[in-house]
């Protein structure tokens, strides 16, 4: 097909990463009113998308073409507080309350800590919490050292595709969480290290309106179940922090429940497909 031929010389992650930036750089020029310097970030992303597409021609390391793609996370959560503002200016915390007080008769991040009050279980869910923020880069560099480049690039394309699923979520249907939405916990749980810890990466990192569904819990599941089918041995080590984290974004009052199982779903789903578009797109 000659559409397939412009994407020869790419691979599946790059082919994500550009379809990515052309439709929401589509959507931004429909929807300009509402991004700030919105020229600035149109610009910003044609010379990312040029210098992507240019990796069909232009020879680079294979270290380097492996690894850039991962910067795409940060750079992907980054801008979701100003992608989430497109489509609609308000946040549909209200329609999440009301259906898990329908589903759970009350709030399940007010309750599950008052139910468990237990300060070691606190502390071992809250480090569980700041585990997400290093499992991106070490299961990519263990596997990358163990010479495992094949499960390294299925891995970091499914991570991206799930990304990119919740990216959507976020931007149609924003969700701010209990974090703006709730009291904080109190003493003690709030007194801890790891607790606090926390609070300085959502001060300082959080983009407010991507709560549902948790992107903490999508990715540490893909990671998961693709270290399950790529090495198993990692994927036993890394299993209790990824429980700990889903228990977590509920019991710090981080996310709302609904927003816990809505990313189960999406990681499911996005391992799922995952792999069966990562043997599509390596065919082009």
Known sequence: MVFTAYLHGLRPIEILLLTYLISTTVLMSIRRRYLPYWPIHIALRCVIGGM??????????????????????????????????????????????????????????MYVIERLPYLWLADLLYVSYLSYYVMIPAVCLLLYALGQYAAFRETTFIMMLALQACS?????????????????????????????????????????????????????????????????????????????????????????????FAGIAVAVVSFSLGHWLYAVLQGL
Not at 94 to 100: G, N, W
């Open 52 to 109: 992507i597409y240019s990796t069909r021609w232009i020879s680079i390391p294979g270290i380097l073409r492996d690894w850039y793609p991962v910067a795409g996370y940060f750079f992907l959560y980054t801008e979701i507080r100003l992608l989430n503002r497109l489509v609609t200016q308000q946040f549909f915390d209200k329609s999440i309350i009301q259906l898990e007080e329908r589903l759970f008769r009350g709030q399940p991040s």
């Open 168 to 260: 959507w979520i976020y931007i149609f249907c924003p969700v701010a969480s209990p974090y703006y939405e709730f009291p904080r916990v109190g003493k003690p749980y709030s007194e801890s290290p790891f607790y606090r810890l926390i609070m300085k990466f959502l001060q300082h990192g959080s983009s407010k309106g991507s709560a549902f569904p948790s992107s903490h819990v999508t990715i540490g599941l893909v990671i998961l179940m693709c270290l399950g089918a790529f090495n198993v041995p990692i994927s036993i080590v890394f299993a209790p922090f990824v429980v700990g984290l889903v228990v977590a974004t509920v019991y710090g009052r981080f996310h709302y429940a609904i927003d816990s």
